[in-house]
Every structure is written in structure tokens, then in C-alpha cells.
């Protein structure tokens, strides 16, 4: 092994010192699916009302892909090193879509008794839940009754608003 010498006056300041914390330089972990994150998040409307948000309180953790967090949600985060604060704004067509007019629909009075508990009173408002085929379920809004049927609406309630997901990663596992 060939050792080499400098004089004293060839060294600079930077190469006497040393980092303060040698984990430094260690690469730092990124969002990617599988993850546990912990993190605070606010979805907001673009007017800045709140939807959802963990800044007020604790944080949430959760894991990248097992349905905690919608999937368009999940794809903000992905790449996102631990520590980053990030704002994003979201179309409708980049969250829950377009308001379809066709997902606006009658039902009647008998379908609606059906999916009903005995004696169940609806107001103009409500989210009713309705069995789907094949065992599933999905809900709407009420939107007006008569005698025959009721107007409902079946559009995801934030579907066609432009949202605001706000995010910082505090740890990464």
C-alpha cells in the first residue's frame, strides 16, 4: 500500500470534519408499494374545507396497497422520500371521476322496502345502502320521494370536484 503525504497547509477545512451523523449518507427510503408508512394527510375541497385529515391529531399508518388509502391516492405517495411534505391537486378525472348522469336513477317504493329494515323512514339527504348481485353493496343519496319511487343518486358524493391532497411522510418502513 502506497501512502501518500500532504503538507498541513494542501488540507482544506471541509477534511477535517467529520459528518455529525454518519446514517447520513445512507440512502434515504422511498414510498414504494408494500411500504408501511406513517404519515399525516388532508383531502380538502379546492375552496380548503376538509374532508379528511390527521393533522389535527395522530398521525395514520397504513401499507401502500392493502386498500387503506384509494389508489389514486397511494400513486401521490409512491417515490415520495421519508420527510417530504407535498401538495397535490386532483381533477375529477385523476379521483373519483365524472358526475354520469346515468347513475342518477329511480327506484321503486318495493325495492327500496326490500333494502330496507321494517318500519325504515328516508329522508331527502340520506345514504341508503342497496344489495348488489353477487352479494356486494353500494349505496345512494336520496334525492327526492313520491308515492311510486325515489330519486337517487349514485355517483361517488365526490365525484366531478377538483380535490387538494396534502401529505408529509414521517416514517418509512
Given at each position: 500500500m502506497l501512502l501518500a503525504r500532504t503538507?498541513?497547509?494542501?488540507?482544506k477545512m471541509a477534511d477535517?470534519?467529520?459528518p455529525q451523523n454518519p446514517m447520513e449518507n445512507l440512502p434515504q427510503p422511498l414510498v414504494a408499494p408494500g411500504a408501511y408508512l406513517t404519515l399525516h394527510y388532508r383531502l380538502a375541497s379546492l375552496d380548503g374545507n376538509d374532508i379528511v385529515t390527521t393533522f389535527?391529531?395522530?398521525p395514520a399508518t397504513l401499507q401502500i396497497g392493502s386498500g387503506q388509502l384509494?389508489?389514486?391516492l397511494e400513486q401521490c405517495l409512491l417515490g415520495l422520500p421519508e420527510g417530504a411534505e407535498h401538495s397535490y391537486t386532483l381533477t375529477p378525472e385523476q379521483s373519483f371521476g365524472e358526475r354520469n348522469p346515468d347513475l342518477v336513477q329511480r327506484v321503486s317504493r318495493d325495492t327500496l322496502s326490500e333494502n330496507s329494515q321494517l318500519g325504515e323512514e328516508y329522508k331527502v339527504g340520506d345514504v341508503v345502502e342497496f344489495a348488489a348481485p353477487k352479494g356486494g353493496r353500494f349505496a345512494g343519496v336520496l334525492l327526492e320521494m313520491n308515492d311510486e319511487d325515489a330519486l337517487f343518486d349514485f355517483n361517488h358524493p365526490l365525484s366531478g370536484q377538483t380535490l387538494k391532497f396534502d401529505?408529509?411522510?414521517?416514517g418509512i418502513l
Open positions: 503538507s498541513a497547509s494542501s488540507l477535517y470534519f467529520v389535527n391529531g395522530n384509494a389508489p389514486f401529505v408529509r411522510i414521517i
